[in-house]
């Protein structure tokens, strides 16, 4: 596995000021092969110290970089772009290794990745001020938008390499520097597409990368410095109250994407095998690792049994081992911990009342041995006293619930925290525009379980998060407004 190589011969992952190093203390870490649990490499065990030459080096190299035009930030992210593209085998093998997902996945990922990097490369253009006209005869006001400054982006291990450019790509066209602190257990990812910035041509300082094991003390770092104007961060809601919270005290900017608890609608004017094969491509993408998974589908009654006897048959198919394995459609789960939680939801579930139709048992045959595997499973009858119905469950786990009419549905679906994704299927246009309006989720599919795009804004409502990536409002979050006013 190719790791960097610092001037003095030890090898480092910490990339800082232009140039790779080992962490200030000389600690390290292993990154490892969830399917496998195989040694990947040695990582740098970066710590405050760290975080401060990063921080250090970010805020020199600030204002010559949002000096530039934004024809020449985009033409370095351009670059990347290409560079991405040229190297998408490597990236994507790197990813199954380290993350464990389905090479094809993978591959699928790095095209994502790539996409950001080249709709925000066109963005860097288009950051347009305004002139208002004023109640005085001898005043103009204009305004202009400035990089917010530095960010710290923290990044999470389902989607290791598309989190990165989604987050880094528009803080760098809008001018700002950056500070990564990637997810322990997929810090080579980060490390390969730090080194491919770097021969895209980015200038040394303007992106810094800290790997570590121990996020807290690094996170505190990031947020005690009066230097750091912007948080950036994906991950579980928890974690991003207390960041907020965290950056409240030098009053940062925050963008948080955080959990979901997605409902999958079906109505019964729907096909329900075309609804069902939506569902379970959808459900168990990055092996139900993904904060659009739906967690609750829902499937109106007269409809009910047919749905889940496709669902079942279709779920049932579906081959778990290692991802560099042909025909393989899903992955390990990162560790023991997300296993455990599988477990538990599926026998709380079982012991409250609902039908176990297939899997809900960790895998440990035919390839499965090495990793916290665990079949791709689908629950019928279930209801809202089951944990699987209230907690967001990350994992292949479908929980199916019948309803019976428009209404109640709309209450079950609503009645979370979160507001992340949602999905319904339908052929009436009206129930489609009525039903996707009374969803409180930032993000509605209908008839659709891929609404996301460099393009589109993607982001929650509620304890789902604030602020949006991708779009032209992803440029807008590292963007501050700033008004002239003149008198003539």
């Known amino acids: 596995m190719w790791s960097p190589t610092v001037e003095n011969g030890t090898q480092g992952t910490i990339f800082i000021d232009g140039k790779w190093r080992a962490a200030?203390?000389?600690?390290?870490?292993?990154?490892?092969?969830?399917?496998?649990?195989?040694?990947?490499?040695?990582?740098?065990?970066?710590?405050?110290?760290?975080?401060?030459?990063?921080?250090?080096?970010?805020?020199?190299?600030?204002?010559?970089?949002?000096?530039?035009?934004?024809y020449q930030r985009a033409a370095v992210l351009t670059e990347a772009h290409r560079l991405m593209l040229q190297r998408a085998d490597d990236l994507a093998a790197l990813m199954t290794a380290e993350q464990g997902k389905p090479l094809r996945a993978a591959r699928n990922e790095i095209s994502y990745a790539a996409d950001f990097l080249l709709w925000f490369a066109e963005e860097a253009k288009r950051?347009?001020?305004?002139?208002?006209?004023?109640?005085?005869?001898?005043?103009?006001?204009?305004?202009?938008?400035?990089?917010?400054?530095?960010?710290?982006?923290?990044?999470?291990?389902?989607?290791?390499?598309?989190m990165i450019t989604r987050k880094a790509g528009p803080a760098l066209a809008a001018g700002c520097t950056v500070i990564l602190k990637p997810a322990p257990q997929t810090p080579l990812c980060a490390v390969a597409m730090f080194q491919l910035l770097a021969d895209a041509g980015l200038p040394p300082g303007v992106a810094n990368l800290v790997t570590t094991s121990?996020?807290?003390?690094?996170?505190?770092?990031?947020?005690?410095?009066?230097?750091?104007?912007?948080?950036t961060f994906t991950g579980s809601t928890k974690v991003g109250k207390r960041l907020a919270a965290d950056a409240a005290g030098t009053v940062k900017r925050v963008s948080l994407e955080l959990g979901g608890h997605a409902p999958f609608l079906v109505?019964?004017?729907?096909?329900?095998?075309?609804?069902?094969?939506?569902?379970?491509?959808?459900?168990?993408?990055?092996?139900?690792q993904a904060c659009i998974s739906p967690n609750r589908i829902f499937v109106q009654r007269e409809i009910y049994p047919d749905f889940l006897r496709v669902l079942a048959e279709r779920v049932a198919a579906l081959r778990a081992g290692n991802g560099a394995e042909p025909?393989?459609?899903?992955?390990?789960?990162?560790?023991?911990?997300?296993?455990?939680?599988?477990?538990?939801?599926?026998?709380d579930a079982v012991e409250r009342g609902a039908r176990l139709l297939t899997g809900g048992q960790r895998l440990t045959g035919d390839g499965c041995s090495g990793?916290?595997?665990?079949?791709?499973?689908v629950l019928s009858?279930?209801?809202?006293?089951?944990?699987?119905?209230?907690?967001?469950?990350?994992?292949?786990?479908?929980?199916?619930?019948?309803?019976?009419?428009?209404?109640?549905?709309?209450?079950?679906?609503?009645?979370?925290?979160?507001?992340?994704?949602?999905?319904?299927?339908?052929?009436?246009?009206?129930?489609?525009?009525?039903?996707?309006?009374?969803?409180?989720?930032?993000?509605?599919?209908?008839?659709?379980?891929n609404p996301t795009s460099a393009a589109a804004p993607f982001g929650g409502m509620k304890e789902s998060g604030i602020g949006r990536e991708g779009g032209q409002e992803g440029i807008a979050e590292y963007l501050e407004t700033k008004l002239i006013g003149l008198s003539v």
């Open 267 to 288: 109505f019964n004017d729907a096909d329900p095998a075309h609804a069902a094969k939506g569902a379970a491509l959808v459900k168990f993408l990055n092996t139900g």
């Open 24 to 70: 200030t203390s000389g600690a390290t870490f292993e990154s490892l092969n969830p399917a496998t649990s195989e040694l990947l490499g040695p990582v740098s065990d970066g710590g405050p110290a760290d975080v401060a030459d990063a921080i250090a080096a970010a805020a020199a190299a600030a204002d010559a970089w949002a000096g530039k035009t934004g």
């Open 214 to 231: 121990d996020a807290e003390p690094v996170g505190r770092a990031l947020l005690a410095s009066e230097a750091v104007r912007k948080l």
């Open 381 to 449: 009858d279930v209801t809202p006293e089951m944990l699987i119905y209230r907690e967001e469950t990350f994992g292949p786990v479908a929980a199916v619930t019948a309803f019976d009419d428009e209404a109640q549905v709309i209450e079950m679906a609503n009645d979370t925290a979160y507001g992340l994704a949602s999905y319904l299927y339908t052929r009436d246009l009206s129930r489609a525009v009525r039903v996707a309006e009374a969803l409180r989720f930032a993000i509605v599919g209908i008839n659709d379980i």
């Open 371 to 377: 990793g916290a595997f665990f079949a791709p499973t």
């Open 127 to 162: 950051v347009y001020g305004t002139t208002i006209p004023s109640a005085r005869a001898d005043q103009r006001f204009v305004t202009m938008r400035q990089p917010v400054g530095m960010v710290a982006a923290i990044t999470p291990w389902n989607y290791p390499v598309s």
């Open 327 to 347: 025909g393989v459609a899903i992955g390990p789960l990162i560790d023991e911990r997300a296993l455990a939680k599988m477990q538990r939801h599926v026998t």
